[in-house]
């Protein structure tokens, strides 16, 4: 069963920084395209960072750029989101999501229609 476990929140200060991991289980993940997003409480949720199965292709929403940081490792079939000079703005659950690219190794998809799995999230809070 294909799962993701999302894990690195917590509470911290304005300009702190975070790391936040994505652990998936059930094969092939070199294979899937990997999103972030969040939703604070009242809002829809929105796009944070994606990457194609590739790694060469990465995109950002404005509102992170410069600050935030998406990776991945196939061996340890885990992605990552490294968070930088957070704002409390950036409050928010943070949740990942895969998608199978099948061939489109570079394709960084970045709505959530087009993703097919996602995990329960993890809670970020910056506050002083």
């Known amino acids: 069963q294909f799962q993701l476990v999302e894990s690195g929140g917590g509470l911290v200060q304005p300009g702190g920084s975070l790391r936040l991991t994505c652990a998936i289980s059930g094969g092939g993940f070199g294979f899937y395209a990997i999103g972030w997003f969040r939703q604070a409480p009242g809002q829809e949720r929105q796009g944070v960072a994606y990457?194609?199965?590739?790694?060469?292709?990465?995109k950002y929403e404005d509102s992170v750029k410069g600050r935030f940081t998406i990776s991945r490792d196939n061996d340890k079939e885990s992605a990552y989101l490294q968070m930088n000079s957070l704002k409390p703005e950036d409050t928010a659950v943070y949740y990942c999501a895969t998608r199978h690219a099948g061939s489109m190794w570079d394709w960084a998809p970045s709505s959530p229609k087009d993703f097919d799995h996602w995990g329960r999230g993890t809670q970020v809070t910056v506050s002083s």
């Open positions: 990457m194609s199965s590739s790694g060469a292709s990465t």
